[in-house]
């Protein structure tokens, strides 16, 4: 009882009273101009195991979504000092659970922040009063986005589109917010399910994004099919700790975004994912992956394709049974430059 008495104490003093008070957002202060003349934003999804944390970074200006387990801290924070952060114009934790606003209170202790964003509900954790104490140290107060404020990170609207309502659970408590960037999105989900994302369709927001962050990391509960459907990314980044005992994320969650042609990308599998955009151009880990999603058609148009395999060093034919994963292929124009690159003629397609 005494700790919730502290801390509705502490949230009355630390919310901002207006929601996202739009005038006084020291990053909407950029003119029209600038933000037509630079739409490039990178976004790391940091590998915090099972948690999330993502750095977005715009032309020398910084934000961070979630901010992992407690233990993350010291590698968030260096993570961040290596890229140059040393003022973040908006600090999102998008719910109160630990691996999302774990280390939150070391970042905002390192760091100088001018705004942070939390959803209006509060938690009896030691986690969440860390971050509190933080907040309150600092003489920030946090805004409570409403649902269809807009705000700006150094010119790239920030659309915040959930929760549309308090939930009796943290998960769908989760602020959801799109980053728009030229002509890419980046849409952010938190842990958002099933529920809040039915609400956040029935709003009629324009959900369809280039680069989703999966709700929930890939847990079943979220990543609804009407709601997959109207986002229908191109790319879907899950944040995920290997060997976690939850088992996300689930088969039907990744069959889902499989069967709807995104790409995906895990940091239980790739570590630190960096995607980046021009406002036009997608990369990932500063690889341009959009020929080989589109390069079936690529390879059947050309007569002479061999095809490697990285891992078995054997090379086939086109129409070889057992060529390997597209992941595992490596294209060869003839026999050749197979051979000279070490590769040995599979036995069965003899190529
Ligand atoms: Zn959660
Ligand atoms: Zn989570």
Redesign the pocket.
């Known amino acids: 009882m005494k700790v919730m008495k502290k801390l509705t104490l502490l949230l009355s003093l630390i919310f901002a009273v207006a929601g996202c008070g739009s005038e006084t957002d020291a990053a909407e202060t950029q003119t029209q101009q600038e933000a037509a003349a630079d739409a490039a934003l990178e976004v790391h999804f940091i590998d915090v195991g099972q948690?999330?944390c993502a750095l977005l970074v715009a032309d020398g200006h910084y934000m961070v979504i979630d901010g992992g387990n407690n233990d993350d801290a010291d590698a968030i924070v260096s993570y961040l000092k290596n890229q140059g952060v040393k003022t973040l114009d908006a600090v999102v934790g998008t719910h109160p659970?630990e691996?999302?606003i774990g280390s939150l209170d070391a970042i905002i202790n390192s760091f100088d922040v001018e705004a942070v964003y939390m959803p209006k509900i509060m938690h009896t954790s030691q986690t969440f009063e860390d971050v509190l104490d933080a907040i309150a140290n600092k003489g920030l107060k946090i805004k409570a986005p409403n649902p269809g404020d807009t705000i700006s990170f150094h010119g790239l609207p920030v659309e915040f589109l959930g929760p549309q309502q308090e939930y009796g659970d943290f998960n769908n408590n989760s602020i959801v917010l799109k980053v728009t960037a030229g002509e890419r999105s980046f849409l952010f989900t938190g842990?958002a399910e099933e529920t809040a994302e039915k609400d956040i369709l029935n709003a009629g927001y324009d959900l369809q994004a280039d680069v989703l962050k999966v709700g929930?990391?890939g847990s079943s509960t979220s990543t609804s099919d009407a709601f997959l459907q109207a986002v229908s990314p191109q790319y879907a980044v899950i944040s995920v700790g290997t060997g976690n005992k939850y088992g996300h994320p689930e088969k039907v969650t990744l069959d889902k975004l499989q069967n709807i042609g995104a790409e995906i990308h895990r940091t239980d599998m790739e570590g630190t994912v960096v995607c980046s955009t021009d406002g036009q151009n997608i990369l990932f880990n500063g690889v341009s992956t959009q020929t080989e999603t589109a390069d079936t058609p690529v390879a059947a148009e050309t007569t002479e394709t061999y095809i490697g395999n990285k891992n078995s060093k054997k090379f086939h034919t086109e129409d070889c049974s057992a060529l390997p994963a597209e992941n595992n292929r490596v294209y060869f124009e003839n026999r050749e430059e197979a051979i000279s690159l070490g590769y040995q003629p599979c036995g069965s397609c003899k190529p």
Do not use: K, L, R, V
């Open positions: 948690a999330d659970h691996d999302h842990d929930h990391h």
